[in-house]
């Protein structure tokens, strides 16, 4: 895999010259709003624009990011494609302007799932009130947890529910005929419930062809890991399936279960009875790398989403292509044609790609997730014509 090749001096050129942009925005919007700068109190106009100015206007904005995008060179920088974006070669951070690092984390804090830019944000919890990133030697010194967890790497942030719905518009395209790709949020026994209300309403309108459900979702409210399922079911008998086959995407030496199996067995059981458990076949991707306490936090893999969702896509092909094969193929054959399809983390030869190529890859996928919703954003003011600021 080549690494990144856009240089640390042209990245700092284009955050200096971003920097310069916000700046003469904000001075602007100051000029305008002058009764409104609660937190100027005593300082003077450059004080207030290196400390507060930012925060002011995120606060009296009703949509403070949609105003910023509507600036093309501010537009043009914080919806910037991969390849103008120097990573640190050690945690894979990208390099921020202090003001852009500041919009991310203030878009955070709004509340707002719109607001939220995946990944490029930390928590309020590790935020200075300005915006910043806060040290972590200012974290409370009696919660560990805050002061380890992931979250402090652009590598290791959880994802939300942003990431979730652009995957699953995407995968859920795929639907149609015998296939019916349910990729929602929620938990597995929900869907599990969704597949049994619609192979029902199959039999009736008269169906007679076998129906393939692909399922994404979290295991449970106990364990809120994400896994896929693919559910077969004949209409003429839609209270069990003909076969499932579940993924999970962690580490492990096959052919031992994932360490939650079990709320695999339990969701399932839930919603098909206790035999189900006799004609579930585990068919889970050894991906993620299970985080180890002592570990750096920039190494830690929250990348199931990405996983999940490539599973997803292999299975929805595989239906599409070869739904015998499915439907009667042995576990190391689909396994193996999977790997086929599953090219971002599979080499040719079906081996798994090497740890530091599957971080690079999730890389570009964390921050094209992030583009994809600046541009939805863009797109959306540029649609409404008729909008205020």
Same mark, same amino acid.
């Given at each position: 895999?080549?690494?990144?090749? #856009?240089?640390?001096?042209?990245?700092?050129?284009?955050?200096?010259?971003?920097?310069?942009?916000?700046?003469?925005?904000?001075?602007?919007?100051?000029?305008?709003?002058?009764?409104?700068?609660?937190?100027?109190?005593?300082?003077?106009?450059?004080?207030?624009?290196?400390?507060?100015?930012?925060?002011?206007?995120?606060?009296?904005?009703?949509?403070?990011?949609?105003?910023?995008?509507?600036?093309?060179?501010?537009? !043009?920088?914080?919806?910037?494609?991969?390849?103008?974006? #120097?990573?640190?070669?050690?945690?894979?951070?990208?390099? &921020?302007?202090?003001?852009?690092?500041?919009?991310?984390?203030?878009?955070?804090?709004?509340?707002?799932?719109?607001?939220?830019?995946?990944?490029?944000?930390?928590?309020?919890?590790?935020?200075?009130?300005?915006?910043?990133?806060?040290?972590?030697?200012?974290?409370?010194?009696?919660?560990?947890?805050?002061?380890?967890?992931?979250?402090?790497?652009?590598?290791?942030?959880?994802?939300?529910?942003?990431?979730?719905?652009?995957?699953? =518009?995407?995968?859920?395209?795929?639907?149609?005929?015998?296939?019916?790709?349910?990729?929602?949020?929620?938990?597995?026994?929900?869907?599990?419930?969704?597949?049994?209300?619609?192979?029902?309403?199959?039999?009736?309108?008269?169906?007679?062809?076998?129906?393939?459900?692909?399922?994404?979702?979290?295991?449970?409210?106990?364990?809120?890991? &994400?896994?896929?399922?693919?559910?077969?079911?004949?209409?003429?008998?839609?209270?069990? %399936?003909?076969?499932?086959?579940?993924?999970?995407?962690?580490?492990?030496?096959?052919?031992?279960?994932?360490?939650?199996?079990?709320?695999?067995?339990?969701?399932?059981?839930?919603?098909?009875?206790?035999?189900?458990?006799?004609?579930?076949?585990?068919?889970?991707? %050894?991906?993620?790398?299970?985080?180890? =306490?002592?570990?750096? %936090?920039?190494?830690?893999?929250?990348? !199931?989403?990405? #996983?999940?969702?490539?599973?997803?896509?292999?299975?929805?092909?595989?239906?599409?292509?070869?739904?015998?094969?499915?439907?009667?193929?042995?576990?190391?054959?689909?396994?193996?044609?999977?790997?086929?399809?599953?090219?971002?983390?599979?080499?040719?030869?079906?081996?798994?790609?090497?740890?530091?190529?599957?971080?690079?890859?999730?890389?570009?996928?964390?921050?094209?997730?992030?583009?994809?919703?600046? =541009?939805?954003?863009?797109?959306?003011?540029?649609?409404?014509?008729?909008?205020?600021?």
């Amino acid at each position: 895999m080549q690494e990144f090749m #856009y240089t640390k001096e042209t990245a700092e050129a284009a955050n200096d010259n971003f920097e310069f942009e916000v700046n003469q925005f904000l001075r602007n919007w100051i000029f305008e709003h002058e009764g409104e700068t609660l937190l100027r109190f005593e300082q003077t106009l450059e004080e207030y624009l290196s400390n507060n100015a930012l925060r002011d206007f995120f606060l009296h904005s009703v949509h403070p990011l949609k105003q910023l995008l509507q600036q093309k060179t501010i537009s !043009c920088h914080l919806g910037r494609g991969v390849s103008e974006v #120097y990573f640190n070669p050690t945690t894979g951070d990208p390099l &921020f302007a202090s003001t852009e690092q500041r919009i991310y984390n203030l878009a955070h804090r709004m509340d707002s799932e719109k607001m939220h830019i995946p990944f490029r944000s930390l928590h309020p919890c590790k935020q200075t009130e300005a915006g910043d990133n806060s040290d972590i030697s200012t974290y409370p010194a009696e919660s560990e947890q805050i002061r380890y967890n992931s979250g402090n790497h652009f590598t290791s942030r959880p994802a939300n529910g942003n990431v979730f719905d652009e995957n699953s =518009k995407r995968c859920s395209a795929k639907s149609g005929g015998s296939l019916n790709v349910i990729f929602k949020r929620g938990f597995l026994e929900d869907r599990l419930q969704d597949v049994k209300e619609l192979i029902i309403a199959s039999q009736q309108a008269g169906e007679k062809e076998l129906q393939f459900f692909v399922i994404c979702s979290r295991h449970s409210p106990e364990e809120g890991h &994400f896994g896929t399922s693919l559910v077969i079911m004949d209409p003429k008998s839609p209270h069990f %399936p003909l076969r499932v086959l579940v993924c999970d995407t962690l580490l492990k030496g096959l052919p031992q279960h994932p360490r939650w199996w079990n709320h695999f067995v339990a969701e399932y059981s839930n919603v098909f009875g206790n035999a189900i458990g006799e004609i579930l076949e585990d068919l889970s991707h %050894p991906l993620q790398k299970v985080n180890i =306490k002592g570990d750096d %936090p920039f190494r830690h893999d929250w990348d !199931c989403p990405y #996983y999940v969702t490539s599973m997803t896509d292999a299975l929805a092909d595989l239906i599409l292509r070869d739904p015998v094969l499915m439907l009667t193929g042995g576990l190391h054959e689909i396994h193996n044609e999977m790997k086929k399809l599953m090219q971002d983390y599979y080499m040719p030869n079906l081996t798994l790609k090497d740890r530091q190529d599957i971080k690079y890859i999730n890389s570009l996928k964390r921050w094209n997730s992030g583009q994809v919703l600046i =541009k939805e954003l863009i797109s959306d003011i540029t649609r409404n014509s008729s909008y205020e600021v």
